[in-house]
Each structure stands twice: as structure tokens, then as C-alpha cells.
């Protein structure tokens, strides 16, 4: 049997869905938590042959035939492993990388690097608890780390002089240089990580592989990462992983957040399924290996421009992976926090608030869809309309492709500006708040088009519009779904008053139907959701 890099078969397995796979030779059907159908490898006429696509394998009740997703094709196509791989690999789209035996002297070299980082991590840690390293204990204390979290995440200080390339004197040269540790200088090895608070890189075995430098003087990067080296791949490593692994398995989600210190914040205030990529870059190998624990992932970004943008790219390479069963969903920290900050000032009711409003997949790309292009314009509507084609396209279950498509047609860009019809009742609004009249005034002013758009319903309004109001950081399109939300706050109002006057009605034996009532109820929960979308819908 020719081997392969684990990896990539790793990765055949967390790309390409088993259910898909025998699908498309067994027809199946949804019963529980698995699939049935009738056993390819035995003849039956009803189904004892199980899909367990959580778990990556079928078993046949009636003949114990059991495997994956490999020994399936291997087994109804009657080819070797090696035609199983490569058919699995074109299905995924993805191209098998040629393998190449370790040799015993690479074996030896790998062994020496473990080592060297492994070394390496302890004696930065020495360093952090010694006079030297008190700017960097400072640091980190303040950013509120513990001495067990600083024991568990390994945490260190690389100081301003060579410690590796003076300190690793017995350790081969080129060993030493294949790590990432030291560089080669004029005046020979010097270290690549100097005066820097250390966070050790762990593998998912939980091996230190290579390690993220934290600038202590305000020095620009303020991350620098280990380059690229034999044991470690920057954009195959999550941070944290190998300590929510466990974690990812048995509350069958993960979180991903920007930062590491985030991570470890995350980890240890309720959040142990959290991890965070290494540098803001996420790529599809990292949430390749987030699949092959649970396809339900939610992403957690700052939301600034910045954070934004992460989350458009992640969106982008999650949607492959998506399945009919999977849970992905974008939550924003507001307010110019960060998860570390959030859990600092409200601790996990706050943050759990944050996790528990993510916006579902599907919204989130559609509010992409209707925030990059100009879609109250017909040529922005046709491209936001590209562009969701294009997306939906990445999504390989071709069937929840379909559903998501027939769901967006549904839809309609800016739908929120058609609610500016609703019937609102032509009656003075005593209760209004002076946060809410200073808007409008403020709106009226600064938008002769709303004001001129919306004449009517404002006029209506008991507010002199001749005052002054404090300036707003709101824009056409913000005020606009102001007024709109008020309006259909009006709305609501009449409807309640319209449902409160048949019920006083129906006990006064008046002619009016439950069917007459429940549709107020209708209309009212129609109105509910239409505003709470309206704090997030662009
Ligand atoms: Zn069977």
C-alpha cells in the first residue's frame, strides 16, 4: 500500500462529505442521526447499511461491512488505495501531493527540532520570572494572565541578547537554523525573537513547533511569527487547537476569534473551544481541520473595517464546507472591543450575548451581497446578484446550494426600504422621547431628501423641526432606517390597538373571529421581526 501524507488525506476526509460520496451509488435516507440505505455489499430489500457522517463511517447491519470514506470506493470500485485517493482528490477538486519517504537522517533532524523548540520554550519561560524578564510578567499580568495560565499556554521572554544562539552552543548549526530560532549574521547566529513576549506554536499533539513574538517596546509588528520551517506551517496551524480539540468534540462547535491572547482569554473563561489564526489570514486548511471535528463553526471578529473584511474571507472559504447539517454563523464585538476586553468588562454573559446574536451563514453573505454594491441602483443589484452566484457556486452540497438559491430569490435587495409603505396611523405620539426628537430634527435637517420623501409621516409628528439638534454620526442610509423603524413602531402600535379593541369587543359579544385576531397576530410578529432585522440588514 503506497503511502500519503497524512495530511492531505486528512483533508480529502474533512472536504468531501461521506453522505455525498456513497450517495451517489447507494440512494439514502435520513432516519436519526445517520444515514440509511441498502448495503451496496450485500442484497437486501431494506436498509441496514448506516452512514455516520459525524463520524466518518459506514457499518451494514446485515453484513458487517465497515469502513470510510477510502475502503468505500475501494470496495465498489475494486481499485487499490492509491485509485481511491486520487478519485476522492478530483471529486474535492484538490491535487495529491507526491510523497516522499522520510528518510532516517530526516527522521533524526525532525527529532532535533522538537527538541531545539521544546528547549527553547522552557528556557524563555526561566527567563520571564527572572529581573530581565519583568516588563514582559508586567505585561502579561496586566493583560490578565494568571500564573497557572502562564504555565499552561507556556508563555516566555525572549531578552534583548542572543539567548539561543549563545546558549544552544552543543546543538548542530543547521539544526538550530531549521527551526526559525536564530538567523545567519555578518558576524555570525543571532536570535530572530529578541526582547519579546513568547507564545509557544503547539502542534495538535500539543509538541511546541514554533513560536509567536509579542514586541515589548511599542516596535512595529507587533506580532512576529516563526517563519516557515519543517515542523511548522503557518497556514495549516491554528493557535490553540490542541487545547480546544477536546473541547471542539464535545460542545460540537468551534469559535474562531483574531487574536491569540483572545484565544487564551476565550479558553479560560468558558470558551475552551476557542482558537484564532496565526496572523488575521485565515485559510481553508485551518477550517479544514476545524471540519474534522463538526462542520459548526462561529466566527468572531472585531467590528471594525478590519474585522469585517476577516469575516467577508472567511465567509468566502467556509462556504465549501458547509453542509445541509452544518451551523456557521459571524458574531461581531462592537464597540471597538475585543473578545479579551468583552470578557474583561462583562465577563461570559457578555460575551455569550455576542456568540448567541451571530448572524447565520446565509444572512451574513446576503448583508455582504447588499453592502458592497450599490443595490438601490439596477447595475449594483445585478452585481451584488453576480456575486452571490459566484459564491453559492463554492458550496459543493449541490442540493443545499439549490435551497440556498431558491431562499435568496425570495428575498429582495433592500427589501427594508419597501416597509416605508406600512399604514402608519395618523395620531399625535405623546410619549415620544427627546433622544428620538433630537434625531429627527437632526435627520430633517441634514437630509432634505428623507425629509421631502417622508413629508407626510413626519408632519404628523407633534415635533418643531425650526430647532437645533446635537450633531449624529448617522448617514442618508442610517437615518432612513431610523425613520423607517419608526414608522413601523406605529404601526405596531395601531395593530396592538386594532387586536386590544376586537378582544374588548368579542367579550361584549361583538361579531368579530379568532381567525380575525390571530391574524393581527400575524401581522404584529411580522412587524417584530422586520425591526429586529433592521438593526442588522444593510
Ligand atoms: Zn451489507
Known amino acids: 500500500m503506497a503511502k500519503y501524507d497524512n495530511n492531505f488525506v486528512d483533508e480529502l476526509r474533512a472536504r468531501l462529505s461521506l453522505v455525498d460520496v456513497i450517495g451517489r451509488r447507494v440512494p439514502l435516507v435520513k432516519k436519526g442521526q445517520n444515514y440509511w440505505g441498502c448495503c451496496p455489499f450485500h442484497n437486501e430489500k431494506t436498509p441496514s447499511f448506516s452512514v455516520a457522517e459525524d463520524k466518518g463511517f459506514y457499518h451494514c447491519f446485515g453484513c458487517g461491512a465497515h469502513g470510510d470514506i477510502i475502503s468505500f470506493i475501494m470496495n465498489t470500485e475494486h481499485v487499490e488505495y492509491p485509485t481511491a485517493i486520487q478519485e476522492l482528490a478530483d471529486m474535492a477538486g484538490l491535487k495529491v501531493p507526491e510523497y516522499k519517504p522520510k528518510s532516517p537522517e530526516r527522521v533524526a533532524a525532525e527529532d532535533s527540532y522538537f527538541d531545539i523548540c521544546e528547549k527553547a520554550a522552557t ?40 539567548l539561543i544562539a549563545s546558549k544552544f552552543v552543543d546543538v548542530k548549526q543547521n539544526n538550530l537554523l531549521a527551526t526559525g530560532l536564530v538567523r545567519r549574521g555578518e558576524y555570525g547566529l543571532y536570535d530572530f525573537f529578541r526582547y519579546k513576549l513568547m507564545f509557544p506554536i503547539f502542534n495538535p499533539k500539543g509538541r511546541v513547533i514554533a513560536f509567536s513574538g509579542r514586541s515589548l517596546d511599542g516596535s512595529e ?176 452540497d449541490k442540493k443545499l446550494q439549490y435551497e440556498i438559491e431558491q431562499e435568496y430569490r425570495k428575498r429582495e435587495f433592500n427589501e427594508w426600504r419597501s416597509w416605508k409603505k406600512v399604514d402608519t396611523p395618523n395620531i399625535k405620539l405623546p410619549d415620544i422621547d427627546q433622544v428620538t426628537k433630537n434625531s429627527l ?33 448617522l448617514d442618508e442610509t442610517a437615518a432612513e432606517k431610523f425613520i423607517v423603524s419608526l414608522k413601523l413602531k406605529k404601526y405596531l402600535e395601531k395593530l396592538e390597538n386594532e387586536r386590544k379593541e376586537k378582544m374588548v369587543g368579542m367579550m361584549n359579544g361583538e361579531n368579530y373571529t379568532n381567525e380575525e385576531i390571530a391574524d393581527i397576530n400575524t401581522k404584529i410578529t411580522e412587524v417584530n421581526e422586520k425591526l429586529e432585522k433592521l438593526l442588522y440588514i444593510e
Open 123 to 162: 528556557e524563555y519561560q526561566k527567563l520571564l520570572f527572572t529581573p530581565d524578564g519583568a516588563v514582559a510578567l508586567e505585561y502579561i499580568k496586566k493583560r490578565g494572565f494568571t500564573d497557572d495560565m502562564i504555565k499552561k499556554y507556556r508563555i516566555g521572554y525572549a531578552p534583548k541578547n542572543n
Open 441 to 473: 430634527v437632526y435627520i430633517v435637517n441634514k437630509f432634505p431628501n428623507l425629509s421631502s420623501q417622508y413629508a407626510e409621516f413626519l408632519s404628523s409628528l407633534d415635533i418643531s423641526f425650526d430647532s437645533d439638534a446635537p450633531e449624529l454620526g
Open 221 to 396: 509588528p507587533k506580532y512576529i511569527n516563526t517563519t516557515d520551517t519543517e515542523l511548522f506551517h503557518k497556514r495549516m496551524t491554528i493557535f490553540g487547537f490542541n487545547f480546544a480539540r477536546d473541547e471542539i468534540y464535545k460542545k460540537n462547535r468551534s469559535i474562531v476569534v483574531e487574536g491569540q491572547i483572545d484565544a487564551i482569554q476565550m479558553q479560560c473563561n468558558g470558551f475552551g473551544e476557542t482558537v484564532a489564526p496565526l496572523g488575521t489570514a485565515l485559510t481553508e486548511d485551518h477550517i479544514a481541520i476545524l471540519c474534522k471535528s463538526n462542520r459548526n463553526i462561529i466566527f468572531c471578529f472585531d467590528g471594525d473595517a478590519a474585522g469585517q473584511k476577516a469575516a467577508t474571507r472567511a465567509c468566502s472559504i467556509v462556504l465549501p464546507f458547509i453542509r445541509d447539517n452544518s451551523d456557521v454563523r459571524f458574531a461581531f464585538v462592537t464597540g471597538g472591543k475585543d473578545p479579551d476586553e468583552v470578557l474583561k468588562s462583562g465577563g461570559r454573559d457578555a460575551m455569550n450575548k455576542i456568540i448567541n446574536d451571530a448572524v447565520p451563514l446565509i444572512d451574513f453573505l446576503w448583508k455582504i451581497a447588499n453592502t458592497n454594491y450599490l443595490v438601490s441602483t439596477p447595475g449594483g443589484r445585478v452585481q451584488a446578484e453576480k456575486f452571490l452566484d459566484t459564491e453559492l457556486k463554492k458550496i459543493t
